[in-house]
């Protein structure tokens, strides 16, 4: 499966970003999806995971706060929809495919280009 994140850009803080990931070959059913970041000079993070098996959601931290990820079937598509975005939030954002929602990076992949996503006022 091949994806694709698009959705980024710059937002002032407290502002929102919807992410997507879409598959441009084969189907998301049945595969972990998780939404990674990695901010300049900083190892790649998990941010969220949408299970495979019964769309069960996990999220590091507090980002369950202000951070939401769901599965659209129809469109073939995981979306992470970010809620008042914080400075620290910057970030290039990847997703990835997964067995389990382990938020272990090695366990994900392949990566694409990611989105950038800029909060600064």
């Known amino acids: 499966v091949q994806l694709q994140a698009s959705g980024g850009g710059l937002v002032q803080p407290g502002g929102s970003l919807r992410l997507s990931c879409a598959a441009s070959k084969g189907t998301l059913e049945h595969y972990a999806i998780g939404w990674f970041r990695q901010a300049p000079g900083r190892e790649r993070e998990g941010v969220a995971c949408i299970s495979g098996l019964d769309d069960t959601t996990y999220y590091t931290g507090s980002k369950k706060d202000r951070f939401a990820i769901s599965r659209d079937y129809a469109k073939n598509t995981v979306y992470l929809q970010m809620n008042s975005l914080k400075p620290e939030d910057t970030a290039r954002y990847y997703c990835?495919?997964?067995?389990?929602?382990?938020?272990?990076?090695?366990?994900?992949?392949?990566w694409g280009q990611g989105t950038l996503v800029t909060v600064s006022s």
């Open positions: 990835g495919t997964g067995r389990h929602c382990s938020f272990y990076v090695p366990e994900f992949g392949p």
